[in-house]
């Protein structure tokens, strides 16, 4: 990844994983425990982060008309490079840690999995958009599909376009998660998230512990 624009102590940790997976809950656990230890964070979220990026958000989530799968895919990557230019990369220089709730690993999982769209496709707008920048590390939390989907419907919250696909769509994007598991499994870590709360927000603190360790423990705790 290139983060020579960004401060040597400043991570950049991204929480994956599927509809119902609790990454919103442990992004938060997360930055609570992070701030215990006297760092700084930022969280964000994608689609969004930015004005604009919230903006398309909600067209990509909840918009009535039927959105072709390649205006999808444009629009999640414009809300991406505006998040990585105004938020993510200042964030970072400033020597903030940024935890995102999504990055890049959903679009391949979402749109090249869920959607059957070209790989290839995907990989091209990477580059054009992020050059090698990539997350430091990534958490994924991996969860059946049907646990899942008890999960969505015991909250009783009307879903968006995304959660509302069908079992099929959801079983090819935890396939297409775990598939980057497999093939980054240096920067991925794979987490139970049919654990309890408070153990997987165990095991994730156990995966970035030494990105915690070399950041020194700011306040001499």
Not at 64 to 85: C, G, M, W, Y
Not at 157 to 182: G, P, S
Request: negative net charge; proline residues 2%.
């Amino acid at each position: 990844m290139n983060r020579t624009d960004s401060n040597n102590e400043s991570h950049f940790i991204t929480l994956e994983g599927g509809d119902g997976s609790g990454k919103t809950t442990q992004i938060e656990l997360l930055a609570n425990y992070l701030n215990e230890r006297g760092i700084d964070v930022h969280i964000t979220r994608e689609p969004g982060g930015t004005r604009l990026g919230e903006a398309l958000r909600e067209i990509i989530l909840h918009s009535v008309d039927p959105i072709n799968d390649k205006v999808e895919l444009l629009l999640l990557f414009a809300a991406r490079s505006q998040h990585i230019t105004n938020v993510i990369k200042p964030r970072l220089s400033n020597g903030q840690w940024v935890l995102s709730d999504r990055f890049t690993d959903a679009t391949f999982a979402y749109q090249g999995g869920g959607r059957q769209m070209g790989i290839k496709d995907i990989e091209v707008l990477q580059t054009l958009v992020q050059g090698d920048f990539r997350p430091d590390k990534t958490i994924l939390l991996d969860l059946p599909v049907e646990q899942g989907i008890l999960r969505l419907t015991r909250r009783g919250e009307t879903r968006d376009r995304i959660e509302q696909q069908d079992l099929a769509f959801k079983q090819r994007v935890r396939e297409a998660y775990l598939e980057r598991y497999h093939q980054h499994h240096s920067r991925i870590a794979l987490v139970d998230a049919s654990a309890s709360i408070h153990e997987v927000h165990k095991a994730i603190t156990i995966e970035i512990a030494n990105m915690v360790s070399s950041s020194g423990n700011r306040n001499g705790d």
